[in-house]
């Protein structure tokens, strides 16, 4: 498969680069550690105003009408400059879905509100103890709408949203549903992270809501849900692949300057072989991610590519988090360097959407039955 970028996708990578670059200083980024929303508004404004919101929107609702893979691409820049704000969330989390399986209505009224920066759209992906594709929340027939019972676990910018998709199980099969946080029987507790983004544990009781609010007007077998979470999957991987590249390039640095016994660091076998194994880990996730998100951005089934490159953002990213810190010594424990950043995100998204283990059993169920 050809991974080369077309003459767009690298004007588009590169003004998202551009703009976090700018923004997402390390003094910017100590003075929003501060902020309990874990909201950079300035960039989001940027983002906005160069309608990177829109980039996987269609331009029927005012957006670029790009497709999934550059979406990654502007993820993987985000992840590169860990700056705080909800684009996994609003963009694969939120409006991806809609703009993929909505209905008309319901994308004119949730994404233009995403393009124009105003709207903060997120997914109730994830429970304690259940499978993502076969959630334990349930929906159940109340007249013309429907009553949603259960507990969402990690919801990121829960706080922010406008909206919220919930994946509920019913009677018949499965829907994902659009609700309104601030509804009636929605409760929001928060919960802290290891990369201090606030989730938010979603309890929902006996929320009532209409028959508009199931996306795309249909139930189904899980087949919706499964996409959203093969493409929520993928796009948080990217994330990662940005985390890690920059993380070795910030550690190669180092090693490169840093002297001991009058040699830099990156002359010692162990430090060198360090690297290397960092830098194959890398490739490994910005190769599988680029993949999986390749096939699904062409409408393939890519159950065991997104797998696969799941399994590398979390193995990988773990790897490379761990070797970036060891490498830097004492100094990756002091705040005001930016290595830790990189750490933290890694390992916040190596337990979203599935850790290292159980999704490579879920690859080995997948390979056996093939």
Not at 21 to 44: M, Q
Not at 259 to 281: E, H, N
Not at 325 to 331: A, C, M, Y
Request: net charge negative.
């Amino acid at each position: 498969m050809d991974f080369t970028l077309t003459d767009e996708q690298q004007a588009l990578q590169g003004l998202a680069a551009q703009i976090l670059t700018d923004k997402g200083t390390l003094l910017r980024l100590k003075e929003l550690d501060a902020s309990d929303d874990w909201f950079d508004r300035e960039t989001w404004a940027e983002f906005a105003t160069a309608n990177l919101l829109g980039v996987a929107v269609p331009e029927a609702q005012g957006g670029l009408g790009f497709g999934f893979l550059e979406l990654c691409l502007v993820l993987q820049e985000q992840g590169r400059r860990v700056v705080p704000m909800p684009l996994w969330a609003t963009l694969a989390a939120g409006a991806l879905p809609i703009a993929m399986f909505g209905t008309d209505a319901q994308r004119d009224a949730h994404l233009p509100g995403v393009v124009a920066g105003t709207t903060v759209l997120t997914g109730a992906l994830e429970e304690f103890g259940a499978d993502p594709e076969a959630p334990a929340t349930t929906a159940t027939r109340n007249g013309e709408g429907w009553t949603i019972t259960g507990v969402k676990a990690t919801v990121p910018a829960a706080h922010l949203a406008a909206a919220v998709l919930v994946p509920a199980t019913t009677p018949e099969v499965i829907g994902v549903f659009i609700v309104d946080p601030k509804a009636a029987g929605v409760t929001l507790g928060r919960q802290d992270t290891m990369s201090h983004e606030p989730r938010f544990e979603v309890t929902l009781t006996d929320v009532q809501v209409g028959a508009d609010a199931l996306l795309g007007g249909t139930l189904d077998d899980g087949t919706t849900l499964r996409a959203i979470l093969d493409h929520a999957t993928v796009a948080l991987c990217a994330v990662s692949a940005g985390c890690a590249q920059e993380a070795i390039r910030i550690a190669a640095e180092h090693v490169t300057n840093r002297k001991q016994f009058d040699r830099p660091l990156a002359t010692f076998q162990a430090v060198g072989q360090r690297m290397a194994d960092s830098f194959i880990d890398t490739q490994g996730m910005h190769l599988t991610m680029l993949g999986a998100a390749s096939h699904l951005a062409l409408g393939e089934a890519a159950r065991e590519e997104v797998a696969t490159a799941k399994y590398w953002a979390a193995e990988g990213g773990s790897r490379v988090g761990f070797a970036c810190l060891h490498v830097h010594g004492g100094i990756s424990i002091d705040v005001d360097y930016p290595i830790h950043r990189y750490f933290l995100w890694l390992k916040e998204n190596e337990f979203t959407l599935g850790a290292a283990t159980p999704t490579l059993a879920r690859l080995g169920r997948m390979l056996a039955a093939s």
